[in-house]
């Protein structure tokens, strides 16, 4: 059989920079009709490279220097683009990560799904634009033929990308981190639909993703790259369950998994920062960050050793591994001390509102209409006690960012009450004294917008010290990054000769300077890689315990939340649906759309089961929100007019689960399953 | 649609009444006395009195603008000081004239200029790049009285194709005044054809590297596709607002060229008005550039709406 795809010691390599730099060495991979195959790797790993190399799309400054790409047998390499042209439109096609940006803005759907059809009439056309639109299930495919990109939800742009992909009947199919836009609960139904639609067609695939959880329930083969190397091959099962490679080791074991907490599970980040392609270690590319790196490692590059059939390696020590007698994970984080529970409250939340009013019309101004507003976060009532964690997980919209800048003062139109440890604070940041101010911190999700470009960091450092402490010490800037184990002299850098997770961790120790009671953390790990993101959590847990802190943890990451959290609400539509504490979150009885984000999550073990729960349609307008039950409209539980007409009560179970449901809690007991199983580990 | 389409016309009353005060307020605080101006320098003060009472210039500066522009929309725009004749026929017959030079100078400008920026957009930084940046820059930088007198030595003095007088005379139709028509317009395109071309070549390069653009070459779609039907639509909606402003300038502004080639438009006349202190006729004139650059940017603001969804169906 002819492979679908057949790669062979490619390497890539980008001019642009002083020298050449190797983006993708010596790599070869071959994925068979009908299969399905992952390709896992971190950012500066290669994969996006290889995956552009594949569709002979590279960007200008990039240079195949040698191998070989054969798509069903025909060679591309060589080929002038009047002589791929033929081949992209019939061969090979690709859905990318943003759908909305590879989207033309200014023509509509059914143009751009038809147009690759020249010769079809108009009629023609828009009959073969709705057909394709009916093929990934949209529901209304003549509308959203009409329609322009922006009109439509991120998850049907997306199916629309896949429609045109599919509409070529490729016999390759490039999946460039299809899901990694969207929320949970839309992802879970494209994912659905991709599953579905590779079954049927049986069309080879190259599954370009960050994610070990998607890959883990799609693939059935898998590369693994680290620093433009290939650095282990094999079936999903086998890299799942004995991973060779040190790095497919640690990629393992730094996510923390559906249903884990921090009490149980201490999380193994891999020490050290992904290299830069200018400077790769010239032996093994991992053997810096190795736990088990030996002479020979940092001596002559390792050969791609089959380990198996159809297994690769490229480790000195992938027998030792095998066998036994070495551990190649990285080291646990050491647990965190224990520390008595303070009854104290930190931060009290009662009744919250925000509100963003929509500007008026003339029109509507003269009728004395009164003004719409957009109700981002509506009624929140909660409690942060003394050295806890709350974590806060929502979809876009959900309010949960609204809701971290009405407690840290910034939304002028926040309404209700909040309290840091025990005094009332103002609405708005201007009206708080500097004592508050100290006490209350935040961290951004984008530390690169965080930090000022032209700060050093020691001065980034030095500002709150001096601001709110009155400290003007070098010596302490010092103990800060100590804090947060970064080098004395990072004082000295500005945050663009940083990596991401060390910016983080300068945007944390920041937090920390002023000694805040409270730190709020809007998604400050949902920007890094997963074996940074990690260390990040392992940092907070620490300083948490040391300081004694609370920790205000926004995610839309369920798992990484409940793993972080003591408590987790979670939020629909502005409104809070479930307070739980995290050992008992991921057990029934759930309030419905909480049964639907934990069923939604690509769990991270081919072996897990999970039920199939699916939201209808897109979260609705928070200018219109629902009537009685925010969540009525898509509930897969909804019991009648009751959800529709009136405001759900809080019921609480046995273990202090708060749900926000008309659904007795004993009825959703007995009707709820566990949404998942998932071995343990140890 | 309709509710941007309004809200447009809404804003350009607003400007032209803004506008429209400030000019009035100008003409005002220039130096002479109106009246003193048109009886002359030996008129007694009854006589200047009188005629100030009749001409309404001891009324309220209010007053007086209200009347001035109500007049002004009803078509009354007053006596020239200096002719002594109606404003309206003399101004009306020079934007005409101004009118055609502008279309031909667009005509010229705007798809030669479209063309090279996206031939240099495409090839950014490789050779063609390079010849067309240079020489669209050497040429704006060349001031017009110099481009003008080499078209004219060139075109006219050696090759005799154009003449070098282009003072048309009223009542000439636009097929007769092509001929003189193209040597002015020519020069009044070279200025346009370095913003238009640039413009259009940064919006390319913008666009080009743009996801959908690559998305439409994994379509398979050839290379004239993916730039005409996909690339072009995009990248020109920065280049309509240059070509709006340009109309304006080329309406009123074009001062430099319409002397160089004696051509009668509405840039010399304004240069006749300030020099004879023609108040009503300046007042006119500076009306009509203001309307020329407010009706072209509304222009452009509805073909942007037009070729931009995301406005259009707002």
């Not at chain 1, 928070?622 to 509930?635: Q, Y």
């Amino acid at each position: 059989m002819i492979p679908a795809l057949s790669v062979e010691d490619l390497t890539v390599k980008y001019r642009n920079g002083p020298g050449p730099v190797t983006a993708v060495r010596e790599v070869s991979l071959e994925i068979q009709p009908g299969e399905v195959h992952g390709l896992v790797g971190e950012s500066g790993s290669g994969k996006t490279t290889l995956a552009l190399a594949v569709m002979r799309h590279l960007p200008e400054q990039a240079v195949i220097t040698s191998g070989s790409i054969r798509v069903d047998g025909q060679e591309l390499i060589g080929l002038s683009p009047e002589r791929l042209r033929p081949i992209w439109g019939s061969q090979i096609a690709m859905v990318p990560q943003d759908p909305l940006s590879a989207l033309n803005p200014t023509l509509r759907i059914g143009k751009q799904l038809s147009e690759r059809f020249e010769a079809l009439s108009r009629s023609d056309a828009r009959d073969k634009a709705i057909e394709l639109l009916e093929m990934v299930q949209i529901a209304d495919p003549a509308r959203v033929a009409r329609s322009y990109p922006h009109q439509i939800s991120g998850g049907m742009q997306q199916r629309v990308m896949i429609a045109m992909a599919l509409s070529a009947e490729p016999k390759l199919l490039i999946l460039d981190e299809p899901t990694t836009g969207l929320d949970s609960t839309t992802e879970a139904v494209v994912l659905d639909l991709i599953r579905e639609l590779m079954r049927a067609r049986q069309t080879a695939t190259l599954y370009v993703s960050h994610s070990l959880g998607v890959i883990a329930q799609f693939a059935d083969r898998l590369t693994v790259l680290y620093a433009s190397e290939l650095v282990e091959h094999g079936s999903k099962m086998d890299l799942f369950e004995n991973p060779l490679h040190p790095y497919t080791c640690g990629l393992l074991d730094s996510v923390p998994r559906l249903g884990e907490n921090k009490r149980e599970i201490q999380l193994r980040s891999i020490e050290g920062r992904i290299p830069s392609l200018e400077d790769l270690p010239s032996a093994c590319v991992f053997a810096p960050r190795c736990p088990v790196v030996i002479d020979i490692c940092q001596e002559t590059r390792p050969a791609l050793e089959g380990a198996g059939a159809t297994r690769q390696v490229r480790c000195y020590r992938w027998e030792e591994t095998r066998a036994g007698e070495i551990d190649p994970r990285q080291p646990p984080a050491p647990p965190p001390l224990e520390r008595p529970t303070i009854a104290e409250t930190a931060l009290q939340i009662e009744n919250l509102e925000v509100r963003y009013d929509q500007p008026r019309s003339l029109a509507e101004w003269l009728r004395r209409s009164p003004r719409q507003s957009v109700r981002a976060v509506d009624n929140v009532r909660l409690t942060i006690r003394k050295g806890e964690t709350l974590g806060l997980v929502g979809e876009s919209g959900s309010g949960k960012t609204s809701l971290a800048q009405a407690v840290v003062g910034l939304v002028d139109s926040a309404r209700g009450r909040v309290e840091l440890f025990g005094a009332e604070l103002p609405t708005q940041i201007k009206h708080r004294d500097r004592e508050t101010l100290s006490r209350l911190q935040m961290v951004m999700q984008n530390p690169d917008e965080a930090l000022n470009p032209y700060l050093t960091v020691g001065q980034s450092l030095s500002r709150p010290l001096a601001l709110l402490r009155g400290i003007h010490s070098e010596e302490e800037v010092r103990r800060l990054l100590e804090g947060v184990r970064l080098p004395p002299e990072y004082a000295d850098r500005y945050p663009a000769q940083l990596s991401a997770g060390e910016k983080q961790r300068v945007a944390i120790a920041r937090a920390f300077a002023a000694m805040p009671g409270l730190v709020l953390l809007d998604e400050p790990v949902s920007s890094l890689d997963v074996s940074v993101q990690a260390s990040i959590l392992n940092l907070l847990n620490r300083l948490q315990t040391e300081h004694g802190t609370s920790l205000l943890f926004i995610s839309h990451d369920i798992s990484v939340v409940g793993y972080l959290s003591e408590t987790v609400g979670v939020l629909y539509l502005g409104q809070l649906m479930e307070l739980a504490p995290s050992e008992n979150l991921f057990d029934p009885p759930y309030h419905p759309y909480t049964e639907a984000l934990l069923s939604a999550i690509p769990l991270l073990d081919p072996k897990a089961t999970q039920e199939r729960v699916r939201l209808r349609g897109g979260i609705p307008s928070s200018l219109e929100p629902p009537s009685g039950c925010p969540f009525h409209t898509r509930c897969p539980r909804f019991i009648g007019d009751i959800c529709i007409e009136q405001t759900p009560p809080w019921q609480e179970d046995k273990t202090g689960k708060r749900i926000f449901c008309h659904i007795p809690v004993s009825d959703l007991r007995r009707e709820q399953g566990q949404v998942f199983a998932m071995r343990k580990r140890e | 649609m309709p509710r941007y389409v309004l809200r447009r016309l809404g804003f350009l009353l607003l400007t032209l009444l803004l506008t429209s005060s400030i000019i009035f307020a100008i003409t005002q605080v220039l130096p002479g006395d109106v009246a003193r101006v048109i009886l002359g320098r030996e008129a007694g003060e009854a006589a200047l009195n009188s005629l100030r009472e009749e001409l309404g210039l001891n009324d309220p500066l209010p007053v007086q603008y209200l009347r001035w522009l109500g007049n002004f929309v009803q078509g009354d725009w007053g006596e020239s000081f200096s002719t002594r004749t109606e404003v309206r026929p003399l101004v009306q017959q020079r934007l005409g004239n101004s009118l055609m030079l502008a279309a031909v100078t667009l005509g010229i400008a705007v798809p030669v200029g479209i063309a090279l920026g996206v031939i240099a957009g495409l090839n950014e930084n490789k050779w063609v790049d390079s010849v067309v940046n240079v020489s669209a820059l050497s040429v704006v930088g060349l001031p017009e009285f110099v481009t003008g007198i080499l078209l004219i030595e060139i075109f006219a003095f050696r090759l005799g194709i154009f003449p070098a007088n282009s003072s048309i005379r009223p009542g000439t139709s636009f097929v007769e005044a092509l001929p003189m028509l193209i040597l002015p317009a020519l020069t009044a395109s070279l200025v346009l054809l370095g913003y238009i071309s640039r413009m259009t070549r940064v919006g390319v390069i913008g666009e080009i590297s743009k996801p959908y653009v690559r998305t439409a070459r994994l379509k398979g779609l050839s290379r004239w596709s993916v730039t005409y039907r996909h690339v072009l639509r995009n990248a020109l909606m920065p280049t309509i607002t240059v070509i709006a402003i340009s109309f304006g300038w080329l309406i009123s502004g074009l001062i430099v060229v319409e002397n160089v080639y004696n051509y009668p438009g509405l840039g010399r006349l304004m240069l006749f008005a300030i020099d004879r202190r023609d108040l009503p006729l300046l007042q006119a004139v500076a009306m009509l550039a203001v309307l020329a650059f407010a009706f072209a940017n509304l222009a452009a603001d509805l073909f942007y709406a037009y070729l931009n969804p995301k406005i259009r169906l707002q």
